[in-house]
């Protein structure tokens, strides 16, 4: 069964020509492999959601890092993140930028290896602070922590949604 969806642009009441324009497929507000590639490298900071040990839906924004095509964060072991991982692993980690929004919805992986929550650390405070290498440094330094742990989120799918067929006035 084909993909049915009508999306009404009422942006343009104040556009000289009034149209109306009507789009019919989801398929040309989606962003490809590459694009979603480009959005995570331009954000400097992830939304992140999952289930609370009690059920309740949870969301936090956190700077994030990509290394060797994974994508990863960091949290103390003692926060409650990390509790309701371990015991329901699913998560989604979300980005948003100029050209659209990016979902991946997945599993956490929580890994106890210093060396690689030391990249990661670094590598997110990079990610964060793209421009000011003061900055990340200076993140870099409060995220160094022996007592935290790296979060692999390997995506089972991604939604997303692209600005860029859309006309900008």
């Not at 309701?84 to 979300?94: A, H």
């Not at 993140?139 to 390997?154: E, H, N, Y």
């Amino acid at each position: 069964m084909s993909e049915q969806f009508a999306f009404i642009n009422y942006w343009n009441d104040h556009h000289p020509d009034h149209q109306v324009r009507y789009y019919n497929h989801l398929s040309e507000f989606t962003l490809d492999d590459e694009k979603i590639m480009q959005l995570m490298q331009g954000a400097d900071i992830a939304t992140v959601a999952w289930a609370a040990s009690d059920g309740s839906a949870r969301a936090i924004a956190v700077p994030f890092a990509l290394l060797d095509d994974e994508v990863y964060f960091t949290a103390e072991a003692s926060q409650p993140i990390v509790k309701s991982l371990e015991g329901d692993n699913r998560i989604s980690m979300c980005w948003g930028g100029m050209i659209g929004a990016a979902t991946a919805r997945g599993h956490a992986e929580i890994i106890d290896d210093q060396d690689l929550t030391a990249r990661v650390c670094e590598a997110s405070a990079k990610q964060r602070y793209q421009n000011d290498a003061d900055k990340a440094a200076k993140l870099a330094s409060r995220l160094a922590s022996p007592t935290r742990v790296s979060i692999k989120v390997t995506a089972d799918k991604h939604i997303t949604f692209s600005t860029l067929g859309l006309p900008r006035d």
